[in-house]
């Protein structure tokens, strides 16, 4: 069964840190672009960033400069370093990648959602 499983989310104080993970199994040829999405209470779910398999990364603009996303192909992960949190980062925050199932044959993939909360 192909899955994300994120880890890492919790409440910490605004201005401190967090690492969310997530990764990816099952039976799967390749995994092409990973990344992460939020949600927060009443809001569309928006992109945070997300990172090729060859490394080029894409950023939201509320979290340029602040975040940073990292993969590491052998183990199928994806990490979210998020730094100078603020209370507007609370969500609801998703890991999202497109697997090769086979050459020719994609599909996204959603996991479960790991919640972060910044208090003021």
């Known amino acids: 069964q192909r899955q994300l499983v994120e880890s890492g989310g919790g409440l910490v104080q605004a201005g401190g840190s967090l690492r969310l993970s997530c990764a990816a199994s099952g039976s799967i040829f390749s995994i092409n672009t990973m990344g992460w999405y939020r949600q927060a209470p009443g809001k569309q779910r928006e992109l945070v960033a997300d990172i090729t398999r060859g490394g080029s990364t894409n950023y939201g603009d509320s979290v340029q400069d602040r975040f940073i996303i990292s993969r590491d192909n052998a183990k199928n992960t994806v990490y979210l370093q998020m730094n100078s949190l603020k209370p507007e980062d609370t969500a609801v925050y998703y890991c999202?990648?497109?697997?090769?199932?086979?050459?020719?044959?994609?599909?996204?993939?959603w996991g479960q959602g790991t919640q972060v909360t910044v208090s003021s």
């Open positions: 999202n990648a497109d697997f090769i199932i086979n050459p020719g044959s994609m599909r996204t993939y």
